[in-house]
C-alpha cells in the first residue's frame, strides 16, 4: 500500500513537473510566444478544437480572434499560397496517415508525391474533357433532374440546402464515376451518402488535433459510420477493374472499359487509368487509390452544394439581382426555358458575378489551407515567422475585409462587372478555391455546375423565401456541414426556398 502511495506521488509529481515545464516553455520561450493570442491557445491545440466545437464555426471564432488581436499578414497570400511558395501542406494534412504512399492526392504532404499525383488529377479535369460535351451534358442532365422535382413540388416550400446536396453529389456520382447516385430521382440521399455527412461534424473538430484524429483512426471499428461509403466507391472501382483489358490484362483484367482513342469518361477511370498504366502521376499504392476514389466526392460536393444553396440565398434575399439576371436571360433566350443552352449562357457574365459574390463573402471551404512554412523561415513584411511553423490565411476573413472590398460585407455583384476597375476588385484577394499548386482542381466543373444551376433556376423561377422563413438561419449560419478533408467549414444554410413561375 505505501509502495503504491509512493508510485503515485512519483508519477504525479513527475507529471505535474512535466506539465509545468511545457507551459512555462510554451508561454514564455517558444519561438512564437511574441504572436499575440489567446493564453490558452498557446498552451494547447486542444484549444482549437474547443474553438471549432462550438457551433462548428471555427471561422467565427477566427474572426472574433482576429478582431481581438489584430493582424499583421498583409503581404501573405502570395508568399504562402502563390505559385513560387516554399510552404507545404502543414501537419493538419496528416490526420489520417502520415504515410503519403496510403492516402488520397490531396492530403498527400510529400510535395514531388503530390506534384506527381496532381497530374492525373489534372488530366481529368482538363478543360476539354470539362467543355467538350464529356462532363458538361451530364451536369445539364442532373439539372433537369432537379428542375423535374422542383416542378413536381410546385407551389410547396423547398428545402434549398438539401435539393443543392442532392444534385451536387449525383454530379460527383456522375461525372466522377459515370454511376448515379439516384439522389435526385428518389428525393433522398443515397444511404452511403448520409453516413457521410454524419461524420464530418466529429472530423471538422478532431482534425485541429492531427496526432489525435490518426490514433482514433486507427482503432478497430473507428471508420465503421463511413463503410456503407467507403464500400460504394470500392466497389465502383473494382467494377470498373474488371472490365478492363489488354493492354491491361497483365493487371489480371479482361476486357476494356476504356479505349485510347475515346479515353476515360469519367474521373476515377483517370485516375484508375494511371494506376493501370503505371504512369509516374498514379496512386502509389491500392489503399491511396481508394482514397483517392472517396475524395472525389467528399471534395467536390459539399463544397458545390454549400456554394449553390448561399447563392440561392442570396437571390432570395436580393429579388433587384434576381430580376437583373432574368431580364438578361429572357434577352439571351427570348424562347423561355424551352431554348436554355449552356452555350447561350456563356456570354451573360453577371452570372459569374453572382457566383463570385457569393463565393466571396461566403466560401465554402472557409478555414483549411493549413501550410508549414520552409525551414527558412518567412518574412512578411516586418514579421519573421520562424520555419516548420503552420500557418493559415482564412478566407472569408480577407474576402470581407474592407481594407479590399467597398462595402464588403454587402451582397453587390456589380463589382465583379461594370464596378470591377472603379472599386479595384480585380487587385482585391480572392481565393476561394485557393491558390497555386495545391488550389482546387475541380474549380472549372464546380464554375460549370453553378453556372447551370443558378442560370436554369433563374430562368424558370421567382425565388423567395417560404413563408414564415427570414433566412436569418443562413446569416448566422448555424447549420453547418464540414468535410473531411479539409477541414471544412461548408456554410451550408438552411432555409426553405419558395419557388414559382418566373413573372418575367
Ligand atoms: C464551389 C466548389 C468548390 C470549392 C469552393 C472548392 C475549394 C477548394 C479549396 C479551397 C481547396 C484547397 C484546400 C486546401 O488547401 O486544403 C480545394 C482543393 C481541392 N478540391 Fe475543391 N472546391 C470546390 C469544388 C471541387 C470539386 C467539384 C472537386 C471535384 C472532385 C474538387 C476537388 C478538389 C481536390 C481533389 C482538391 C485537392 C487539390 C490538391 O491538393 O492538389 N473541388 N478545393
Not at 195 to 209: K, N, T
Not at 266 to 295: C, G, M, Q, T, Y
Not at 322 to 346: I, V
Not at 437 to 458: D, E, H, P
Request: hydrophobic share 40%; glycine share 6%; proline share 6%.
Amino acid at each position: 500500500m505505501q509502495a503504491l502511495g509512493r508510485v503515485t506521488l512519483l508519477t504525479t509529481s513527475f507529471n505535474i513537473s512535466l506539465i509545468s515545464s511545457i507551459s512555462i516553455y510554451r508561454l514564455f520561450f517558444h519561438r512564437l510566444h511574441p504572436f499575440p493570442g489567446p493564453f490558452a491557445c498557446k498552451l494547447t491545440r486542444f484549444y482549437s478544437a474547443f474553438l471549432a466545437a462550438k457551433n462548428i464555426q471555427y471561422n467565427v471564432e477566427l474572426k472574433k480572434l482576429h478582431e481581438q488581436y489584430g493582424n499583421f499578414v498583409r503581404t501573405a497570400l502570395p508568399l504562402i499560397y502563390g505559385p513560387h511558395t516554399e510552404c507545404r501542406k502543414s501537419t493538419w494534412y496528416g490526420h489520417l496517415d502520415v504515410d503519403h504512399t496510403k492516402i488520397c492526392m490531396a492530403l498527400s504532404r510529400d510535395f514531388n508525391d503530390h506534384r506527381r499525383r496532381r497530374r492525373a488529377w489534372d488530366r481529368a479535369f482538363s478543360i476539354k474533357l470539362i467543355a467538350l460535351s464529356v462532363y458538361e451534358p451530364r451536369v445539364i442532365a442532373q439539372a433537369k433532374k432537379l428542375i423535374a422535382q422542383i416542378e413536381a413540388n410546385q407551389g410547396k416550400p423547398l428545402d434549398a440546402t438539401t435539393w443543392s446536396m442532392l444534385f451536387t453529389f449525383d454530379i460527383m456520382g456522375d461525372v466522377g464515376f459515370g454511376k448515379d447516385f439516384g439522389n435526385l430521382t428518389m428525393g433522398k440521399a443515397h444511404p452511403a451518402i448520409n453516413a457521410v455527412r454524419d461524420h464530418m461534424r466529429f472530423i471538422a473538430i478532431a482534425s485541429h488535433l492531427p496526432w489525435l484524429l490518426n490514433m482514433l483512426g486507427k482503432l478497430p471499428g473507428a471508420a465503421a459510420g463511413y463503410q456503407g461509403f467507403f464500400k460504394w466507391c470500392t466497389d465502383q472501382v473494382e467494377s470498373k477493374r474488371k472490365v478492363s483489358s489488354p493492354p491491361y490484362s497483365s493487371a489480371g483484367l479482361t476486357q476494356q472499359s476504356w479505349d485510347h482513342e475515346k479515353y476515360p469518361q469519367d474521373i476515377v477511370s483517370w485516375i484508375l487509368k494511371a494506376f493501370i498504366d503505371n504512369d509516374v502521376s498514379a496512386p502509389p499504392s491500392e489503399p491511396a487509390l481508394h482514397d483517392d476514389s472517396r475524395v472525389v466526392v467528399i471534395a467536390g460536393s459539399d463544397t458545390t452544394a454549400s456554394a449553390l444553396a448561399n447563392t440561392i440565398y442570396f437571390l432570395a434575399k436580393h429579388p433587384q439581382v434576381l430580376r437583373k439576371l432574368q431580364t438578361q436571360l429572357d434577352s439571351a433566350m427570348p424562347n423561355g426555358p424551352q431554348s436554355w443552352t449552356y452555350d447561350r449562357t456563356k456570354p451573360i457574365s453577371y452570372i459569374d458575378d453572382i457566383i463570385h459574390e457569393s463565393l466571396r463573402l461566403r466560401p465554402p471551404v472557409s478555414s483549411s489551407g493549413y501550410r508549414v512554412t520552409s525551414s527558412k523561415g518567412l518574412q512578411i513584411d516586418e514579421v519573421f515567422i520562424p520555419g516548420d511553423v503552420n500557418v493559415f490565411v482564412p478566407p472569408q476573413l480577407i474576402q470581407t475585409d474592407e481594407r479590399y472590398y467597398k462595402f464588403s460585407k454587402q451582397f453587390i455583384p456589380e463589382r465583379w462587372g461594370e464596378k470591377k476597375v472603379e472599386w479595384g476588385t480585380d487587385k482585391a484577394p480572392y481565393f476561394p478555391f485557393s491558390l497555386g499548386v495545391y488550389g482546387c482542381v475541380g474549380k472549372n466543373l464546380a464554375m460549370l455546375s453553378l453556372r447551370v444551376a443558378v442560370s436554369t433556376l433563374a430562368q424558370r423561377y421567382d425565388i423567395r423565401f417560404a413563408p414564415g422563413e427570414t433566412g436569418e438561419a443562413c446569416v448566422s449560419a448555424e447549420e453547418v456541414v464540414v468535410t473531411r478533408l479539409f477541414l471544412n467549414i461548408s456554410q451550408v444554410c438552411y432555409f426553405w426556398m419558395w419557388t414559382c413561375e418566373s413573372s418575367s
